[in-house]
């Protein structure tokens, strides 16, 4: 399952420079995604570049999006949920 969360990492990552196939260290990642969303202006505005690519060249887009995904879930492993009861 793919969290909002993890979707927004990964159409950051998209638009970064970052070579599609390579395996960044988790430090290398995170600022490459932080840079991303202050340069776009958001993660709206990731997304939208990231369609814009999808829409331009499709046959790129598929494997690099298919790369940003496994590299997000690869090093932003899930946070367990932690109930608390409310008295």
Do not use: K
Not at 2 to 7: E, I, P, R, Y
Not at 45 to 67: I, N, Q, S, T
């Amino acid at each position: 399952m793919t969290t909002n969360l993890t979707a927004a990492r990964a159409e950051a990552l998209f638009t970064t420079g970052l070579a599609t196939g390579s395996s960044p260290a988790f430090d290398v990642v995170d600022e490459a995604i932080r840079t991303a969303v202050r340069t776009h202006g958001g993660t709206r505005a990731c997304a939208a570049d990231m369609a814009a690519e999808f829409g331009d060249h499709p046959e790129l887009a598929v494997p690099r999006m298919r790369w940003a995904l496994e590299t997000v879930t690869r090093l932003y492993p899930p946070r367990r949920r932690q109930w608390a009861l409310v008295a």
